[in-house]
């Protein structure tokens, strides 16, 4: 699976007769919204797309702060952001693709072969030397049609039961239940080993290349072909940690309710 593309290949694939369909994903926890952000500068060409409204659906506290949307939401989404069938898709933000690589996932779990981040995200297009734009850009709406389940998804009613390994990759200090800013209850779910999202990435913002990957999921207890389920907050995160395992080498599963949806229900909670 190729997870990523660098600044200089995205450049020359932009200035190519197939250019990717390229996604802004700009979002932070608690807001506010990324457009303001993506108007004052993003990647020339590139469709600004909305987590809260377009990566996930409405839902009740019990479902989760992210659900996953509808596929023929997400179809309708994906289709006016410009992708039709056999179309690369790249996607970024500015926190190293803690946000983008919500969008990643949905669309390689919907079907869409070639899905890369960029690595380092906007600040590595900015470093590198190459354009800014500040429109808002609408394209030619696409063809795309989706089809679900090709990217291993752990429901809600079976994550008790789990023998595989669960990753939280949420911040330490949540996951020992010191803070908790936005759930109901602190602390992780019982059996998970903590493994912060940020620990993906280099100083520069870039993924730490794959050996180091491995070295670091294997301390975690990630073995081949065991399985291994990824949670965080509400779903976001966790697929960049699902990215960091693709590009090391693993396969690994989404448990999109994460501590958000676990936390809303009567269940065990773990800390320290």
């Not at 779990?109 to 850009?137: C, E, F, I, N, Q």
């Not at 080993?193 to 491995?214: Q, Y």
């Amino acid at each position: 699976m190729n997870v990523l593309i660098d600044a200089d290949e995205l450049a020359t694939a932009l200035a190519s007769d197939q250019p990717p369909v390229l996604l802004d994903v700009r979002w932070q926890l608690g807001g506010p919204p990324g457009h303001e952000s993506y108007l004052e500068g993003h990647i020339p060409g590139a469709v600004y797309v909305d987590l809260d409204t377009e990566l996930a659906r409405h839902g009740e506290p019990t479902d989760g702060r992210h659900p996953l949307p509808e596929l023929a939401d997400l179809q309708a989404a994906a289709r006016r952001w410009g992708i039709s069938e056999g179309d690369t898709v790249v996607a970024y933000d500015a926190v190293g693709n803690t946000s983008a690589a919500r969008a990643w996932w949905l669309l390689r779990w919907a079907g869409v072969a070639d899905v890369r981040l960029l690595d380092g995200a906007l600040g590595s297009w900015t470093s590198a030397g190459h354009p800014l734009a500040t429109d808002d850009v609408v394209p030619a709406p696409g063809t795309v049609t989706l089809t679900p389940g090709n990217l291993p998804v752990l429901p809600f009613d079976q994550v008790e039961a789990y023998e595989g390994l669960l990753l939280d990759a949420r911040a330490a200090e949540r996951y020992r239940g010191e803070v908790e800013p936005v759930d109901p209850k602190a602390g992780h779910i019982p059996g998970a080993v903590s493994a912060p999202t940020a620990d993906n990435l280099g100083a520069d913002g870039r993924f730490l290349p794959a050996e180091e990957l491995r070295v670091r999921f294997a301390s975690l207890g990630v073995e081949a072909d065991a399985p291994v389920t990824a949670y965080c907050g509400s779903g976001v995160t966790a697929a960049h940690q699902i990215a960091a395992l693709a590009i090391a080498g693993y396969d690994a599963a989404l448990y999109p309710g994460s501590w958000s949806q676990w936390s809303n229900h009567d269940l065990p909670v773990a800390t320290g």
